[in-house]
């Protein structure tokens, strides 16, 4: 890298404060924007704001120096050569991309614009968003040799998006200008270049000096098309190992060993044939929904989308139905709920399954004690406590005395309770495991009822004879 590129960042959410950091390591100064008092004041006071692998040593790191938070849009405008827009992109109604504030952050940079900038959609954003910010800039008065917009999407999972950005399978920059692709090429230079990989102090990961990560040169269109396509594309692999599960069930085969066979297939994979309780998240749903919705605007039928939001609701209501057979009826059954995050090592409860299942469960009657490491106190937002609802202050403590325990998230410490003193804090020894963290024959062997996904019912040895008995 020749010299160090001024950047702004607008949005201090998950994307937005993950890039703002990593650029701040890769060594730019970052102004990252936000129009919210009272996050900006937490930012600046060290407060992360999200639960994220490393996010807290690298604000630590550089708050206040080569990290400044700010309200001020103008002035980041002013001092920047590159300004990321990273602000959110709820789902509206009908499935769209609600892109409003989007809209709004390119008015508000158009009306500060004096000098060459390049605009670059950070936010997971619909094909021709591009074309529509530019107008934005157009309409209020920027002549189009002060701006170019770029789209530069981020495949970034919750839980590991520092490690991510820095160490990335790819980075994508869709320009269709010389000028706004070299100011883009130049900023992730550290990466590509293999440069940052040479530090000792530098967050780990798979890349390195000799294998740093590909940057893929592509049009604004292309690029928008890659963020959600992908996303879409991992919908569907988990969707698809749901549905088999549901076969495997059926049929008593194991659902792990038919992942593991088909992903050795180097044309297939490993990753996302997990089977459990159905995607969630940020990004899943609303990316699904809005690249259906894009193509049905554009007159293209692209209703294998709507079959993966279908298995993914399916799923949810398939696994109550799990409890249920394991419970008999459910009014007035006590349940241990193990996770309540979309999926472990986050605190994002944001379209989450388990938050979906425990809706699903308080309306059927139950008693439930919930636990997560990260997530209680986002979720006392959404679901206050109540008779019916309390929240646990550790495993042990959300099963004692229940009917059951539900393991919702893949939490990893989940995966290693102990397993004695679990049989003795519930009521009755069912495990009904949403996320398959246990191996079936160890659970019967400490005497549990153990039920997962996509793989035979496991019973105590005392228990076959019944279970038999209920075909």
């Known amino acids: ?18 890039a703002a950091v990593c650029f701040a390591e890769m060594g730019h100064p970052v102004i990252c924007v936000d129009n919210d008092e009272r996050k ?69 940079i158009a009306r500060s614009l004096t000098s060459y900038k390049v605009i ?6 619909p094909v021709y968003t591009n074309e529509w910010i530019s107008r934005a800039f157009e309409r209020n008065g920027v002549e189009r040799h002060l701006f170019d917009v770029v789209s530069n999407p981020e495949f970034l999972r919750e ?31 550290p990466l590509t270049g293999g440069k940052y990989y040479e530090r000792e102090d530098g967050i780990p990961g798979p890349c390195t000096v000799s294998e740093p990560p590909p940057l893929l040169m592509t049009s604004t269109k292309s690029a928008e098309i890659i963020k959600h396509a992908s996303n879409a594309f991992l919908a569907l692999k988990i969707s698809f190992i749901n549905a088999v599960s549901n076969l495997c069930e059926a049929t008593n085969a194991n659902v792990e ?25 940020s990004c899943f749903p609303k990316d699904v929904a809005a690249f259906r919705s894009v193509a049905e605007q554009l007159g293209i039928d692209f209703s294998l989308l709507s079959e993966v939001e279908k298995i993914n609701i399916q799923q949810k209501k398939r696994f109550v139905g799990k409890v249920r057979s394991a419970l008999w009826n459910l009014r007035g059954k006590r349940l241990g709920v193990l996770g309540l995050a979309f ?24 008693i439930i004690a919930a636990f997560d490491p990260a997530a209680i106190e986002r979720t006392r937002q959404v679901l206050p406590e109540s008779k019916e609802l309390r929240y646990a202050s550790n495993a042990y403590d959300a099963v004692a005395d229940a009917d059951a325990l539900l393991i919702l998230t893949d939490w990893p410490e989940f995966a290693e309770l102990d397993l004695k ?20 024959s160890v659970m019967t062997e400490h005497g549990f009822t153990y039920l997962s996904v996509g793989r035979p019912a496991a019973y105590p040895v005392r228990d076959l004879a019944a279970a038999s008995s209920r075909g």
């Open 1 to 18: 890298m020749s010299k160090p590129i001024p950047i702004a960042v607008v949005g201090s959410g998950y994307v937005g404060l993950v």
């Open 40 to 108: 900006v004041s937490a930012l600046q006071g060290g407060d992360t704001l999200i639960h994220e692998h490393y996010l807290p040593e690298l604000l630590g790191k550089y708050r206040n120096s080569r990290v400044r938070f700010t309200t001020d849009l103008a002035e980041a405008t002013r001092e920047s050569d590159a300004i990321f827009i990273a602000v959110g992109t709820p789902q509206s109604e009908n499935g769209d991309a609600d892109l409003s504030y989007v809209e709004a952050v390119a008015c508000e």
């Open 120 to 125: 670059v959609e950070k936010s997971t954003v």
């Open 159 to 189: 839980g590991t998006a520092v490690a991510d950005f820095l160490h990335p399978d790819r980075i994508v920059v869709g320009a269709d200008s010389e000028r706004a692709g070299a100011i883009l090429r130049d900023i992730y230079a």
């Open 257 to 281: 060993q038919v992942a593991r066979g088909m992903g050795l297939d180097t044309r297939i994979g490993p990753k996302f044939l997990r089977p459990g309780i159905g995607y969630g998240g």
């Open 343 to 366: 999926k472990g090592d986050t605190d994002d409860i944001r379209e989450s399954p388990a938050i979906e299942i425990v809706k699903m469960l308080l309306n059927e009657g139950c």
């Open 421 to 440: 003193r679990l049989n003795k804090a519930l009521r009755y020894p069912i495990v009904i495991d949403g996320r398959n963290l246990y191996d079936p």
